[in-house]
């Protein structure tokens, strides 16, 4: 990866992925809340990982131990040394979300993943626990990012994290005489303008996106 300008626009917060930072206008717009779906086989925990590169980040894992995460983003490439990696559950983060959102330095990012636990509970409960989220997120000009795995049959209340984010990224894969593709659609960005073509980006290694061109 090329060398990154360490002047950044305090007003977004970069992906890790430079291509996707580009057709974004520099990031993600501070205050914010992702969804990230995608196959539950694609390997999208590495753009997950990526935000680490430059943010602080918080990971609130409900599935995974932290050393498996850990252990992820060092065969990915990625440095963990700004990444907070914390073992929770669904009902740990809805009846609790301050013991996990408090504290948070500015311009960092919250990662659940995944979110499908959450998204499983009551409606009320699901639907306070995104506004706190939010909240700290507005607070301390972070960013949230929701892993959204899809599920057969549809994970419930999955229609209420795409609504309440501000931004939806749809990773895709597509298999044409044997070559695999992925692509990624920004689908909504409320606060800024989403790229008009699907960004082609390869996951083999720290992420990246030749945006405008095909990724092997």
């Known amino acids: 990866m090329s060398e990154r300008n360490p002047v950044r626009d305090r007003d977004r917060i970069p992906t890790g992925v430079e291509g996707l930072d580009v057709a974004l206008g520099g990031g993600i717009p501070a205050g914010d809340l992702v969804a990230l779906v995608a196959p539950p086989t694609s390997g999208a925990e590495r753009l997950l990982y990526?935000?680490?590169?430059?943010?602080?980040?918080?990971?609130?894992?409900?599935?995974?131990?932290?050393?498996?995460?850990?252990?992820?983003m060092?065969?990915?490439?990625i440095p963990d040394e700004r990444v907070d990696v914390r073992s929770t559950d669904g009902d740990d983060l809805l009846g609790t979300p301050a013991d996990h959102l408090s504290g948070?330095?500015?311009g960092s990012v919250v990662v659940v993943d995944p979110a499908t636990a959450l998204e499983r509970?009551?409606?009320?409960?699901?639907?306070?626990?995104?506004?706190?989220?939010?909240?700290?997120?507005?607070?301390?000009?972070?960013?949230a990012v929701c892993h959204c795995p899809r599920t057969t049959p549809r994970t419930l209340r999955r229609d209420l994290t795409l609504a309440?984010?501000?931004?939806?990224?749809?990773?895709?894969?597509?298999?044409?005489?044997?070559?695999?593709?992925?692509?990624?659609?920004?689908?909504?960005?409320?606060?800024?303008?989403?790229?008009?073509?699907?960004?082609?980006v390869d996951l083999r290694g720290t992420p990246s996106v030749a945006v405008g061109d095909d990724a092997d």
């Open 74 to 77: 060092a065969a990915a490439g």
């Open 104 to 106: 948070l330095d500015a």
């Open 164 to 200: 309440r984010a501000d931004t939806t990224v749809v990773l895709r894969r597509e298999v044409d005489t044997g070559t695999t593709r992925s692509y990624l659609d920004v689908g909504k960005f409320r606060h800024g303008r989403p790229p008009t073509d699907p960004l082609p």
């Open 121 to 143: 509970a009551g409606e009320e409960r699901y639907r306070s626990f995104l506004e706190d989220l939010k909240r700290h997120c507005r607070t301390t000009e972070s960013v």
């Open 50 to 72: 990526a935000f680490g590169i430059d943010n602080p980040t918080r990971y609130c894992s409900t599935l995974r131990p932290p050393a498996e995460v850990r252990d992820a």
